[in-house]
């Protein structure tokens, strides 16, 4: 019984230790003061004038008392379905979302910490996957590009494939 319960911890406590790693001397280039919070779920990068839904799709914000955090599991889609979730959304009082470019997701990769490479205190809860982008590979049929948040590197997958959404729009 003693190797049992043994081995049962061993497997647990790496389970119990998964967090965002941060490191010190990397510089953070998304900084909070980066962005404005809004109640809504919504923030805005004011360095490249977009707007973001705090959440993955398929997550639901809850406000918390300005506090907010994303519940729920994030939801996984092929790239047209992805592409196509966006036909008469609205949210926030907004009905222009979209799916961002490849240049607009990367600009939320967080240089300085892993699992996920982005600041969970404005994008609470995102998983450390891949998130498709709107931009298809150039020259490479069925393929487009994402952006893998457990280290921040951007791929180019097959368009079959599913992997999560974050929604954005640019603000005029």
């Given at each position: 019984m003693k190797n049992y319960l043994s081995v049962v911890v061993v497997l647990l406590v790496p389970l119990l230790a998964f967090?965002?790693?941060?490191?010190?001397d990397i510089e953070n280039i998304t900084p909070d003061s980066r962005y404005t919070?809004?109640?809504?779920?919504?923030?805005?990068?004011?360095e490249t004038r977009l707007m973001w839904l705090q959440c993955s799709e398929g997550q639901v914000w809850e406000p918390n008392g300005g506090a907010g955090n994303c519940t729920g599991a994030a939801t996984t889609y092929t790239w047209s379905d992805a592409l196509t979730l966006t036909s008469g959304i609205s949210v926030a009082g907004y009905s222009d979302w979209r799916l961002p470019n490849i240049k607009e997701l990367s600009s939320l990769v967080a240089e300085d910490r892993l699992d996920p490479a982005i600041n969970l205190a404005i994008f609470p809860a995102t998983p450390s996957s891949s998130f498709w982008s709107g931009s298809p590979e150039a020259g490479r049929d069925g393929y487009s590009w994402t952006v893998e948040f457990e280290y921040g590197a951007d791929f180019s997958r097959q368009r079959n494939a599913y992997y999560h959404v974050r929604l954005v729009r640019h603000l005029p």
């Open positions: 967090a965002q790693t941060v490191n010190p919070l809004h109640d809504d779920g919504t923030v805005t990068d004011n």
